[in-house]
């Protein structure tokens, strides 16, 4: 599903080069859920911006569902991402003027889904929220705002969720609510990817990765099946 | 959910800023639209009046040939006067189907300032379209009232002036009674607020006994103008000017004052994009995690792009429209004040609603739109998603 080989990136600030990730690779099958963990600046969110296609490495090989990513146009990872990629950020990011429905919608408008609306209801319902359709962001509760943004992640049918540290700026219940909700979708198929800084959730999941100054310093898989 | 949705929702969020912002292109189109509906509605007021006329050349003694158009179209002082011999000379001119003489002069009633036209027979050749109750004016002192001046009459109890009636007026300061002896129908043309007499009538009130002010000519042969003209100018004293000429020369001021005036709308176009430039480089800069978010969950750049322009462009659009149904009703209304600050100014209504007015008044606005959104959609589109999700 996810293949990354050799991959470096390196940043220019001022007259200073950040080497964000070094020489790493990392083999994710499908259907997996793994944790990436590590110090803050270590690198983890160069590589879920990589593998997002939010951003290109300056060297090394990706392939993202099949396809090598250095050959693909701008526009082709636009698409790539649109169809494969779904992203749950920390901050709670919704359009804070538009509908948990209509942020939801969203997604699906960009992939010219017509469908949008009764999709959008399903996966509303399916997150704990149908309930709060027609409520604004600011009338929801940061855990509410989550599962809007977990249901909107799902909305294009990503194979590949993309989770930057999503239970940041809750408290423990909810993050845990937030965790259960993953590995729902993960259940079904869908291969997770989560940063946290949570030890005690990261714990719970098969497979835990961990970058330290660009570099991955350990990659344990346990032998535990969820499903 | 659809793009409307989207690009409404952006232009609603910040209400203020999007209403002076199509308020800008509002007044722009508004002043647009006025201007084109009455050029286009004085040209054709214009050229209906010169049809009225029923002549194809007038002839005037010698001097400045426009103001004695002007002063045969809205009355006023004569600036100078033909012999009444010169009617038979024009008349024997070949290719003259008829050459009706006219003088002008005005009255006073009830210390209002009314034309008078003193003509012959003739003149009826000219307006094969005159309709006169009664008949026409045959001996001194009768007179046909114009449908409006019949009103202008009317007496106390309210009821207008009947054929038969008496009416006492002042002219050069002698009061003279005049009797109605017919009443023009309505033609929709300044006829309709003149008093017609006949030519000795008004050469004697006036003081012109022998004179003319013009000559109206039909000719049987349209193609043959130039030659009647240089006939015409042959007779000393004498000056011709064709209808044509004297349209196409006020066509020509007018054309000119309104060429500044386009000028000065243009600046104000220019003026309301900046400002929907300006609003959109905010709405650019204060969405900049929005566009990013937009992009991370599979806007692509185009996408985004076409949002930001499309939003532009429906504030313009906006601004267009309401300008263009401000026009609509201002152009209404311009008659009235066009008429307080041009003195030629055609009897007809000027202010006409327009289609072509109403697509120019839209469509420049649209323009600006597009050119002025242009920058900040790029902008917008060119945002690094990673960037622009790190912004706070």
């Known amino acids: ?227 | 959910m659809n793009m409307f949705t989207i690009v409404w929702d952006g232009i609603r969020r910040r209400k203020i800023r999007s209403l002076l912002s199509i308020l800008g292109i509002t007044i722009a189109a508004t002043a647009l639209f006025s201007l084109i509906s009455l050029r286009q509605g004085y040209e054709r007021g214009m050229r209906a009046e010169l049809e009225n006329m029923g002549a194809q050349i007038v002839a005037v003694a010698k001097g400045c040939p426009y103001e004695a158009i002007a002063v045969i179209m809205i009355g006023g002082q004569v600036p100078a006067t033909l012999p009444e011999d010169v009617v038979e000379q024009i008349q024997k001119l070949p290719n003259v189907a008829s050459a009706s003489p006219n003088v002008y002069g005005a009255y006073k009633y009830l210390g209002l300032s009314h034309p008078l036209i003193g003509i012959t027979p003739e003149e009826l050749k000219l307006k094969s379209w005159w309709k006169i109750q009664g008949r026409f004016p045959r001996n001194f002192g009768e007179v046909v009232l114009g449908s409006v001046e019949a009103k202008v009459f009317a007496d106390k109890s309210g009821e207008y002036k009947k054929i038969g009636d008496s009416i006492t007026v002042t002219v050069g300061g002698k009061k003279t009674s005049l009797k109605v002896v017919g009443i023009l129908e309505a033609t929709g043309s300044k006829d309709d607020y003149s008093t017609y007499t006949t030519l000795e009538t008004a050469q004697k009130l006036l003081n012109l006994q022998g004179r003319v002010v013009a000559i109206n000519i039909r000719v049987t042969d349209i193609g043959g103008v130039p030659a009647t003209i240089e006939d015409i100018e042959k007779i000393p004293d004498v000056q011709a000017v064709t209808v044509a000429q004297v349209l196409g020369t006020i066509q020509n001021l007018v054309q000119a004052g309104q060429n500044m005036l386009f000028l000065v709308m243009l600046v104000a176009l220019v003026i309301g994009g900046l400002g929907t430039m300006n609003t959109m480089l905010m709405a650019v800069f204060e969405r900049t995690r929005e566009i990013g978010l937009m992009k991370a969950i599979g806007a692509s750049s185009w996408q985004i792009f076409r949002l930001f322009l499309f939003e532009g462009l429906a504030m313009c659009l906006l601004g267009g429209l309401f300008g263009a149904g401000v026009g609509s009703l201002t152009t209404l209304m311009g008659d009235v004040i066009l008429k307080q600050f041009v003195s030629v100014v055609p009897t007809q209504s000027v202010g006409q609603f327009s289609w072509y007015a109403a697509a120019v008044s839209v469509l420049f606005p649209v323009g600006v739109g597009i050119l002025s959104t242009l920058y900040p959609a790029l902008r917008a589109a060119r945002l690094n998603p990673i960037e622009a999700l790190r912004n706070e």
Do not use: W
């Not at chain 1, 149908?130 to 294009?156: C, D, F, K, T, Y």
């Not at chain 1, 590949?160 to 239970?167: G, R, S, V, Y």
């Open chain 1, 1 to 227: 599903m996810i293949c990354i080989e050799n991959v470096s990136k390196i940043y220019r600030r001022g007259q200073e080069e950040v080497h964000a990730l070094v020489n790493l690779s990392l083999q994710v099958e499908a259907g997996e859920f793994l944790a990436v963990v590590g110090p803050s600046g270590s690198g983890k969110s160069t590589l879920m911006n990589i593998i997002g296609l939010l951003d290109r490495p300056t060297s090394g090989h990706i392939s993202i569902a099949g396809r090598p990513i250095e050959k693909l146009s701008t526009k082709e990872m636009e698409a790539l991402r649109r169809n494969t990629i779904g992203f749950v950020f920390q901050q709670f990011l919704l359009v804070p003027t538009m509908t948990a429905l209509q942020n939801v919608m969203l997604p699906m408008y960009f992939a010219g889904n017509s469908a949008a609306r009764k999709r959008a209801t399903e996966l509303l319902s399916r997150v704990g929220l149908g309930n709060r359709l027609l409520h604004l962001p600011s009338q929801m509760s940061g855990g509410e705002i989550q599962r809007v943004a977990v249901a909107r992640a799902l909305a294009n049918n990503p194979s590949i969720l993309l989770a930057d540290e999503p239970t940041g700026n809750l408290d423990s219940h909810a993050a845990e609510d937030i965790f259960s909700l993953l590995h729902e979708v993960n259940r079904s198929g869908t291969t997770i990817i989560v940063v946290t800084h949570n030890a005690e959730l990261a714990a719970s999941l098969p497979r835990t990765i961990t970058i330290r100054d660009g570099r991955m310093i350990a990659d344990v898989k346990k032998d535990t099946s969820i499903a």
